[in-house]
T-cell receptor
Framework: NAGVTQTPKFQVLKTGQSMTLQCAQD?????MSWYRQDPGMGLRLIHY???????DQGEVPNGYNVSRSTTEDFPLRLLSAAPSQTSVYFCASSYARWGMNSPLHFGNGTRLTVT | KNEVEQSPQNLTAQEGEFITINCSYSVGISALHWLQQHPGGGIVSLFMLSSGKKKHGRLIATINIQEKHSSLHITASHPRDSAVYICAVRTLGRLYFGRGTQLTVWP
């Protein structure tokens, strides 16, 4: 059981480049989400999804795009990288149904630097 | 406006001390999570609570739904407990996170 697999672990981009951070889970979780973690800011929600074909914006969605074509995968796309997007990114998943007790499962994080 | 407030922001303790981290929230929730993050490391789930109290080894988590408050206690703290502890609350559609409490335990 792999849990949440997040790739890559490290990435360096130049301003203006695009890339996709991958997130996959094998627990049949409905809820998947992307966060960025910056010093002193805690985890901030970028986008989330409560099931295949359903996505919604979080607190800091600008400059990021997501899609959820399958239950397993929830990729995060940076459309045109900016230095302000330098951060550590985490993907997380859990069950989403009301009353369903489900711990959160996190990927190992992606450290992104935009120069 | 922060839906989840944690205190203290930073906490230093001597090995063996009893530690309490607090979490207050302002939204209706279906569950509250306590998470642990070691320096440079990933994030792991410690507890998920919807009522009452849970205990894993030296860690105890409590929640008071009426007061919208939760506490994480560490008994007989150890340097390996040094980490950031994060409170998160789940509503119907999403999660809200506190900013975390940096705990340092000295030998």
């Amino acid at each position: 059981n792999a849990g949440v697999t997040q790739t890559p672990k490290f990435q360096v981009l130049k301003t203006g480049q695009s890339m996709t951070l991958q997130c996959a889970q094998d627990m049949n979780h409905e809820y998947m989400s992307w966060y960025r973690q910056d010093p002193g800011m805690g985890l901030r929600l970028i986008h989330y999804s409560v099931g295949a074909g359903i996505t919604d914006q979080g607190e800091v969605p600008n400059g990021y795009n997501v899609s959820r074509s399958t239950t397993e995968d929830f990729p995060l796309r940076l459309l045109s990288a900016a230095p302000s997007q330098t951060s550590v990114y985490f993907c997380a998943s859990s069950y989403a149904r009301w009353g369903m007790n489900s711990p959160l499962h996190f990927g190992n994080g992606t450290r992104l630097t935009v120069t | 406006k922060n839906e989840v407030e944690q205190s203290p922001q930073n906490l230093t303790a001597q090995e063996g001390e009893f530690i309490t981290i607090n979490c207050s929230y302002s939204v209706g929730i279906s569950a509250l999570h306590w998470l642990q993050q070691h320096p440079g490391g990933g994030i792991v789930s410690l507890f998920m609570l919807s009522s009452g109290k849970k205990k894993h080894g030296r860690l105890i988590a409590t929640i008071n739904i009426q007061e919208k408050h939760s506490s994480l206690h560490i008994t007989a703290s150890h340097p390996r407990d040094s980490a950031v502890y994060i409170c998160a609350v789940r509503t119907l559609g999403r999660l809200y996170f506190g900013r975390g409490t940096q705990l340092t335990v000295w030998p």
